[in-house]
């Protein structure tokens, strides 16, 4: 299964130097790093902005993760008397579907987290023509031939199932249909802030649970799971 997680920080260095002529310089340092399981790979670019005059440094790190962060934060300490330090971290994963119950469905799967929302976006092939239900459940665990494995709809809150938003509830996992045209191809975007990557609220974090497409449409009704039917691809939500 393939995993990525890419982590974005940004910081913001304003440094005022009260050399003689009054000139004066500002910093700003751009962090990208790339995750792969304990492997980083960090882009730094610091931007120096003197009287107008702007030049560009790029560094680039590899390693392992405790490494590569010593390096930037090293680059960090060294950039000068730091007034404004501004943090932003993006995360995203990545992975792909495996085929269930006898289907050819499979496809990939990518959630990215920024400022307190979590974009789902799903491209799937090898399905039937028509309306597909696409759950989050319970366990990363498709090791079964049907899917089962993975348990039921991931409801952290207890609540009924039923259409994402509506006032008589409806699960955490309850991500609801979308398309599939006559070649089996479709795709979904869904984003919320009622999830989160690896948070420690457990009503929240999606980590450690699965991603299910199931072979029929999801009624939005019938409890507890919308009679979609079989579970046609599964994928674990694993960092």
């Known amino acids: 299964m393939k ?9 913001s260095i304003g440094l005022i130097t ?6 004066k310089t500002q910093k700003s340092i751009m962090v990208k790093v790339e995750q792969n399981d304990s492997l980083s790979k960090a882009e730094v670019t610091i931007t120096t902005d003197k009287n107008g005059k702007v030049s560009e440094e790029v560094q680039i790190f ?10 930037v934060n090293l680059i960090t300490k060294k950039s000068g008397n730091i007034e404004n330090i501004e943090r932003k971290i993006i995360k995203k994963i ?9 289907s050819k469905a499979n496809g990939t799967i990518a959630f990215k987290e920024e400022d307190g929302v979590v974009l789902f976006e799903g491209t799937l092939t090898g399905l039937s023509k028509g309306t597909h239900a696409i759950h989050i459940h319970e366990k990363a665990d498709c090791s079964s ?3 089962k494995s993975s348990g039921g709809h991931w409801n952290p809150t207890f609540e009924n199932h039923g259409a994402w938003g509506v006032e008589s509830g409806y699960h955490r996992g309850d991500i609801g249909n979308f398309q599939a045209d006559a070649d089996g191809n479709g795709s979904i975007t869904f984003s919320t802030d009622q999830w989160c990557l690896g948070c420690d609220d457990e009503t929240k974090n999606i980590i450690g649970k699965a991603i299910i497409v ?3 449409e999801d009624d939005l ?13 599964c994928a674990g939500i694993i960092e």
């Open 94 to 102: 990545q992975f792909s579907l495996n085929a269930k119950s006898g």
């Open 62 to 71: 590899e390693g392992n993760n405790e490494e590569v962060m010593s390096k």
């Open 3 to 11: 995993k990525n997680i890419f982590l974005l920080v940004c910081l």
């Open 214 to 216: 199931h072979k029929g």
């Open 145 to 147: 031939e049907d899917g």
């Open 221 to 233: 009704v019938s409890q507890p799971s919308g009679a979609a039917g079989a579970r046609v691809s």
């Open 18 to 23: 009260g050399c003689k002529n009054r000139s």
